[in-house]
């Protein structure tokens, strides 16, 4: 019996693993997904913040090319999926983001990121806190100032996931509800996967896309295996009942006492507040402390909120990379890909992904975009890839938070 055959073979069924997969099919060759729950893992946690300015970082003036060029894309991205998917709406919405101090420190730190942000030729709009009050009531009196950052936008990455597999159905993208258990390698190539239930895939390329679990996949070189790690991130979810509304009009964020916090309205009155980071290998536990800190920095940023019911609570695990950037890209085994590594970006960097992905695949070019991205910057596996979670169950689905 011959194993079934497909020219890309996407083990992963998270938002990165289905918009290459969907890409790639648009670009006519025949693709299959291995994942046991396609559109679950990060983006059931993930607030969905495309906050590619204010998420801005010293040392990371690469990676914000990339983030300023999916964010561009995003617009368009989201046109075609409606369509792809047969009319579904994603919560893409274009309402900006305001970052506020609390304190002096905090303010100081705000304003160190205003001066790179303009270094970098970046757009936003230095407030005193009662500017920031009027724009957004709700916050606290203390509030000391703020940034205006009209074009830091959202989107609700649940849908989005879900118009992603409705898209690859209709696009003609095979799905395997199952796990990949190991790398098949014929003749110094990447050939296949084999499932769980000793299933064998075949297919003429290989693309890796599991989140932090990338570095799990049995029988892929030590050499190729992708450095990334879990990166713990706990988030709550409340509801803003209609006597509340509106809550608040924008994604609002702050650092209190160290600690970024968010909060991100959704259209249907949903309100995300995120994220704790915490290295804890491949712990997903909510606990108590992670819901009490991040209703604590909540509730200094905007007092109204404790009156408002918790509707759900969830942990997930971003995947780290070493330079906090994704791997896109082919790597030194042939046939083997990696769409990887995303970190605090994935949502965000969901458009162009698809984009240098199904580039890749069909034409073996790397696009120039994503150079400074390909898997060969970095020499060898990280020491994170080897260490193993507490479930002996084998995990090749993709779980984070972006």
């Known amino acids: 019996?011959?194993?079934?055959?497909?020219?890309?073979?996407?083990?992963?069924?998270?938002?990165?693993?289905?918009?290459?997969?969907?890409?790639?099919?648009?670009?006519?060759?025949?693709?299959?997904?291995?994942?046991?729950?396609?559109?679950?893992?990060?983006?059931?946690?993930?607030?969905?913040?495309l906050a590619a300015v204010t998420e801005l970082h010293?040392?990371?003036?690469?990676?914000?090319?990339?983030?300023?060029?999916?964010?561009?894309?995003?617009?368009?991205?989201?046109?075609?999926?409606?369509?792809?998917?047969?009319?579904?709406?994603?919560?893409?919405r274009s309402c900006g983001t305001l970052a506020?101090?609390?304190?002096?420190?905090?303010?100081?730190?705000?304003?160190?990121?205003?001066?790179?942000?303009q270094r970098s030729g970046l757009e936003s709009q230095w407030l005193t806190g009662r500017e920031c009050r009027r724009l957004e009531p709700m916050l606290a009196p203390g509030v000391r100032g703020g940034l205006r950052v009209d074009g830091d936008h959202q989107v609700d990455p649940r849908r989005l996931t879900a118009a992603l597999v409705a898209a690859c159905e209709r696009s003609g993208v095979t799905v395997h509800r199952a796990w990949a258990e190991r790398l098949v390698v014929s003749r110094e190539r990447a050939a296949g996967v084999v499932l769980d239930d000793g299933t064998e895939l075949a297919a003429?390329?290989?693309?890796?896309?599991?989140?932090?679990?990338?570095?799990?996949?049995?029988?892929?070189?030590?050499?190729?295996?992708?450095?990334?790690?879990?990166?713990?991130?706990?988030?709550?979810?409340?509801?803003?009942?209609?006597?509340?509304?509106?809550?608040?009009?924008?994604?609002?964020r702050a650092v209190v006492r160290g600690s970024h916090v968010y909060l991100v309205p959704r259209e249907n009155g949903e309100l995300v507040v995120g994220?704790?980071?915490?290295?804890?290998?491949?712990?997903?536990?909510?606990?108590?402390?992670g819901v009490y800190e991040l209703l604590r920095d909540a509730?200094?940023?905007?007092?109204?909120?404790?009156?408002?019911?918790?509707?759900?609570?969830?942990?997930?695990?971003r995947p780290g990379s070493p330079d906090n950037a994704p791997l896109l890209g082919p790597t030194a085994l042939?046939?083997?890909?990696?769409?990887?590594?995303?970190?605090?970006?994935?949502?965000?960097?969901?458009?162009v992904t698809g984009d240098v992905m199904a580039t890749v695949l069909t034409t073996g070019e790397l696009p120039e975009e994503a150079r400074a991205f390909a898997p060969a910057r970095f020499g060898s596996a990280s020491p994170a890839t080897?260490?193993?979670?507490?479930?002996?169950?084998?995990?090749?689905?993709?779980a984070g938070v972006s």
């Open 299 to 317: 509730h200094e940023l905007v007092p109204g909120i404790t009156e408002l019911p918790l509707t759900e609570t969830r942990a997930g695990l």
């Open 386 to 398: 080897s260490a193993s979670p507490a479930s002996s169950s084998p995990s090749l689905s993709p």
């Open 204 to 252: 003429g390329q290989v693309v890796l896309a599991a989140g932090s679990l990338s570095g799990r996949l049995g029988g892929v070189p030590d050499e190729v295996l992708p450095p990334v790690r879990p990166v713990k991130g706990q988030v709550l979810r409340l509801s803003v009942p209609p006597a509340y509304a509106p809550f608040l009009s924008r994604t609002v």
């Open 334 to 351: 042939p046939g083997l890909h990696l769409a990887t590594g995303h970190y605090r970006n994935g949502v965000l960097l969901t458009p």
């Open 1 to 49: 019996m011959h194993p079934r055959t497909s020219d890309v073979l996407v083990v992963g069924g998270g938002i990165i693993g289905l918009v290459t997969a969907w890409r790639t099919a648009q670009r006519g060759l025949r693709v299959a997904v291995v994942d046991p729950e396609p559109g679950g893992g990060a983006a059931q946690v993930a607030a969905g913040m």
């Open 58 to 92: 010293y040392g990371e003036e690469t990676l914000l090319g990339l983030n300023l060029e999916s964010a561009r894309r995003y617009p368009r991205f989201v046109a075609e999926l409606r369509e792809a998917s047969g009319g579904m709406d994603v919560g893409h």
């Open 275 to 289: 994220a704790t980071s915490e290295e804890l290998g491949w712990d997903t536990t909510v606990t108590a402390g």
């Open 100 to 117: 506020v101090a609390l304190d002096a420190d905090d303010r100081a730190h705000l304003r160190e990121l205003h001066a790179l942000q």
